[in-house]
């Protein structure tokens, strides 16, 4: 039995399970000793507060009820440190000592009025956008997005509920310049600077995903800008940037929501989040996310049903030790998406002017794919001292395919298509990824430094068995479009004939990666901040193993080196900075056997990134980026035709440079707008016979995003809003060759909600022109859906 099913046959049985427990935790919490402290918690203009907590020794917390009161009761007799916070506004604290029996009345005003209350519940951390671009992963560092020489976009989850977002791609229609697009198998990709990516980071750390990413388990989505290997490694990054998803965390009080969504092609979806604290063991907190959703596609084959249970534990053992453990595991069963290809002979440049409805797969619901993600990441973080931090982590990631089957679809003409059906019918991926961060705020005379000196190792291990049928002998007939009729179906029983007289070994492959690090912000004055850093990678390829001839090919050993310097100058001081910056990106390259049977040692491909620009923060109003950027790749290897064959060298190059601008606005209350624009130019100035001058697959050349929403925060309708966006993607290729090019879309979208204390509804049209679309991953092409609906509905505890 597959993993998929299995968790699909016991989901009612761990559901009930898992609900129980922690409610009976939050029962437990209810449970204790004697003495009572309570109290009332009021704004500045003497209005109630209804939707804050107020925590007792900063390891469990109580909400306010209907009239801004709390209650802590059955306390022994001690020091008690009280903190009333809410969202978004300074918290206050307070300490009693209470006495055996004792009843303590103990108040809290707020700094804030009424009106600013009611945002900050119906907004969320929008209201403060300045919190938007909190981040304690991109730099490792503490520090403010002012202080930061690089670039990064975080889209939070305010927004993320406001967009009624299911995926992780969705996510990147708010990132400067990210053209969102999708692997074969599924996979989160986007193009960002002119280059590709489709590796994702876990809360910073390494996955090896083999499905998509469900946002029911995620905090955040933060993208970073430019090549990022000094920090992250080789193995993870693009050279336009990387994707690093912050999964939800436990809190400190008894909280959570359930809700359904519904929608076009059948869409079925229902969401739990549950969290607790464990009174009876301070300090530890659980919660719980799970998703199942199940959907037809839009084509005439096609469906998926997906699973996520997203666990999460922390564990605050004292003020300076902190232990966290958090997993994922996320299943897909359904059809594959076909990818389009096309032949030189095609005639056309663009699918529009293909003779096939939008609407038909050439697909069969026979080919059934399952696929699995898991992640888990165990964190321990102690504070050694005022001025550092040690963190430890451990990530487990693994991937696998049950059975995937992608077919190719290769166009010859309008009239015909080749199909050819990979087949990869079992696979299993794992990543080990151990990180030790020493983290150090410091002065050195009056210059204050903020260094992380850290430890990475990364292992990796594949396991795959592959079979392309089609490619010799054309095991497949091609679909004739004039007579769809008259097209053989080709079926799973089709697929397994053929595959049972294979004997198709599996190819094993391994490598590991040993990495130190070093970054450092140093204060040259209080306004004046230059950023250095360094990594050395030693990466280790114990090459692939076939199972069945047993040879083992590609095996190398490098050596790489990682540098990257920031300048930052704010002219008014956590309100407006100039920045600049080099970044260095990295990529291993394994020897290459040449048709003379020589063997061809490589060094890494490198990427050079220079960029400068403006950043600007002006509290709850707006926060803006302004950037230029220049990348240049050197060390691509490239095919050269001589007389004695084809040979592979080392001299490719390519350039990428453009602009990004994102402006993130709240000019009144109730209203919040995220806005972008990316421009990039690039090309292959060294490559292919075919290929200088010409741009990159998939790379489109101006990218824009809106999305703005207003929320009504006062009177009989409080809770009302609406949102709209508008995406904009301009034309790109399918191929370096420049021939054949993915039309432009404008992709529009608007929400309805109503957001309650205890409820919320919601309503969302997506793809309102019902536009026509195509996105690649720089070597396949896949159309999209047209307009569609969601109806959500969600409660709140």
């Known amino acids: 039995m597959n993993y998929f099913t299995t968790l699909n046959k016991y989901i009612p049985t761990l559901l009930f399970t898992a609900v129980f427990f922690l409610l009976s935790l939050h029962t437990q919490a209810q449970q204790s000793q004697s003495g009572t402290i309570k109290g009332q ?62 009843e303590i009345i103990l108040d809290f005003t707020l700094t804030a009025d009424a009106e600013s209350l009611n945002e900050v519940f119906i907004v969320g951390n929008k209201y403060k956008i300045t919190s938007k671009k909190n981040s304690e992963y991109v730099s490792r560092l503490p520090i403010k997005n002012l202080e930061n020489s690089q670039v990064y976009s975080v889209v939070d989850k305010e927004l993320i509920k406001e967009q009624m977002a299911l995926t992780v791609e969705e996510s990147f229609r708010n990132v400067p310049g990210a053209a969102p697009a999708k692997t074969g198998a ?12 489709s590796e994702n980071f876990r809360n910073g750390m390494a996955t090896y995903l083999r499905t998509g990413v469900d946002l029911a388990a995620v905090e955040r989505v933060e993208t970073y800008k430019g090549p990022s290997s000094t920090l992250f490694g080789a193995q993870m990054t693009s050279f336009g940037g990387l994707v690093n998803y912050i999964t939800k965390r436990p809190y400190d009080h008894f909280g959570g929501e359930i809700a359904y969504t519904m929608g076009s092609w059948d869409l079925s979806r229902m969401t739990l989040d549950i969290n607790t604290p464990v009174k009876d063991a301070e300090g530890l907190f659980v919660r719980l996310n799970v998703a199942r959703q199940t959907e037809n596609t839009f084509q005439d084959q096609g469906n998926s049903t997906t699973l996520l249970i997203a666990p999460s534990i922390t564990y605050q053992v004292s003020d300076r030790l902190k232990f966290t453990l ?56 102690y504070k050694i001292s005022d001025q550092w931090t040690s963190q430890s982590r451990y990530a487990y990631g693994a991937g696998n395919y049950d059975d995937l089957y992608i077919f190719d679809f290769i166009w010859q003409n309008k009239s ?28 050195i005379g009056n210059f204050r430094n903020r260094l992380v000196v850290g430890f990475d190792y990364l292992s990796s291990f594949r396991s795959t068995r592959y079979d392309g049928l089609g490619y010799a002998g054309k095991v497949f007939e091609p679909a004739n479009l004039d007579d769809l009729g ?12 053929i595959l049972a007289k294979r004997n198709t070994g599996q190819n094993q492959t391994k490598e590991s990666t040993y990495s130190v690090y070093a970054s450092d912000v140093f204060n040259v004055t209080d306004q004046l901040l230059v950023m250095a850093s360094l990594r050395v990678d030693r990466y280790i390829g114990d090459g692939t193993t076939n199972t069945k001839s047993r ?17 930052v100058y704010q002219i008014l001081e956590d309100k407006l900075s100039v920045f600049g910056n080099y970044m260095n990106g990295f990529k291993n390259i394994a020897p290459k056997i040449q048709v003379d049977k020589t063997v061809s040692v490589f060094k890494p491909q490198e990427a050079a990134q220079l960029e400068g620009g403006v950043k600007l923060d002006f509290s709850d109003k707006i926060n803006a980026t302004v950037s230029y950027y220049q990348i240049d790749v050197t060390n691509s290897l490239r095919n050269e035709v001589t007389p004695q064959g084809t040979f592979v060298i080392q001299d490719g190059t390519q350039k990428s440079k453009g602009v990004e601008i994102e402006v993130i606005g709240r000019p009144f209350s109730g209203f919040n707008y995220v806005a972008s624009y990316g421009y990039n130019d690039n090309e ?50 399918i191929d370096n060759t420049n021939t054949f090019t ?46 569609n609906f969601m109806i959500n509905f969600t409660y709140k505890f």
């Open 41 to 102: 918690v009021m704004t500045e203009d003497g209005k109630k507060v209804l939707y804050g907590t107020v925590s007792l020794n900063g390891k469990y917390s109580v909400k306010l009820d209907k009239d801004g009161w709390y209650v802590f009761d059955k306390l022994t007799s001690k020091t008690n440190t009280v903190t009333a916070s809410i969202m978004g506004l300074a918290s206050q604290t307070k300490t009693v000592t209470l006495n055996t029996g004792e």
């Open 186 to 197: 599924g996979m989160p990709s986007f193009f960002s600077r002119g280059f590709q990516t």
């Open 326 to 381: 958090n997993a994922d595991f996320q299943s897909m069963q359904g059809i594959t998406p076909a990818g389009w290809m096309v032949s030189p002979t095609l005639g056309v440049n663009s699918f529009n002017h293909l003779n096939l409805d939008y609407r038909i797969s050439l697909n069969d619901n026979s080919l059934v794919s399952k696929q699995g993600s898991t992640n888990v990441l165990l964190d321990a973080e």
């Open 416 to 443: 015909s298509v080749d199909r050819i059906l990979r087949t990869f019918t079992d696979e299993k991926d794992v990543r080990k990824n151990f990180q030790q961060n020493f983290t150090g705020d410091f002065k």
């Open 486 to 497: 008259a097209t053989p179906v080709i079926r799973i029983e089709d697929v397994e004939s």
């Open 551 to 567: 040879v083992t090919l590609g095996n190398y050993n490098q050596t790489a080196f990682s540098p990257k310097f920031g300048l």
């Open 684 to 733: 292959l100035t060294k490559s292919t016979a075919s290929a200088p001058g010409k741009r990159a697959a998939g790379t489109p050349k101006n990218v824009v995003n809106l999305w703005a929403s207003y929320t009504i925060v006062k009177g009989k309708a409080q809770g009302l809003g609406m949102g709209i966006g508008n995406s904009y993607v301009s034309d790109a290729f």
């Open 742 to 787: 993915l039309s432009s879309y404008n992709l529009l979208d608007a929400t309805l909600f109503y957001n309650r204390p205890k409820y919320r509804i919601g309503i969302k049209a997506n793809n309102i022109l019902d536009r026509q679309y195509w996105v690649s991953d720089g070597y396949y092409a896949r159309p999209q859906k047209p307009s």
